[in-house]
């Protein structure tokens, strides 16, 4: 009825075609585990190894002597950029407080212009000697 029958058996199909693609995949990876370790005892397997594991080796000490060398770079530029920005805050505070202690001796005072009705202009150091 409706082509039941016939679902269940291509549904069947299909699991005993993925059952035996299965026993397949798994034969094929046990027979590349054994090529790979046949290869690997051999002599020249070992030699490969070898050589692989050496040039390994020398492109891992080159990447991390740059690393080293690139994160040095860094480290030590950060360190010189907040000393920089330190010695600018430092020098603008600097320059702002001798700004505000200078002030200029012959300024008039308000208490000085409360009582000087007589001279509109500050006295100068010669006046102020009288």
């Known amino acids: 009825m409706f082509g039941i029958k016939r679902m269940h058996r ?3 199909r299909l699991y005993l075609r993925t059952q035996l693609l299965e026993k397949r995949a798994k ?14 005892t051999s002599p020249a397997g070992l030699l490969a190894s070898f050589v692989l594991g050496a040039t390994t080796q020398l492109d891992i000490s080159r990447k991390a ?4 060398l690139n994160g040095a770079s860094r ?3 950060g360190f010189l950029m907040s000393q920089v920005s330190t ?7 600097q320059k702002t407080a001798c700004k505000e202690n200078m002030a200029p001796e012959d300024k008039e005072t ?5 009582n000087d009705f007589t001279h509109p202009v500050p006295p100068t150091d010669s006046a102020k000697a009288q």
């Open 10 to 12: 291509q549904r069947e």
């Open 27 to 40: 034969q094929s990876r046990e027979k590349a585990v054994d090529n790979l370790l046949d290869k690997a």
């Open 65 to 68: 002597r740059k690393n080293l």
């Open 75 to 77: 480290d030590i530029l």
């Open 87 to 93: 010695f600018m805050a430092a020098s603008a505070e």
């Open 110 to 114: 308000p208490s000085d212009s409360d």
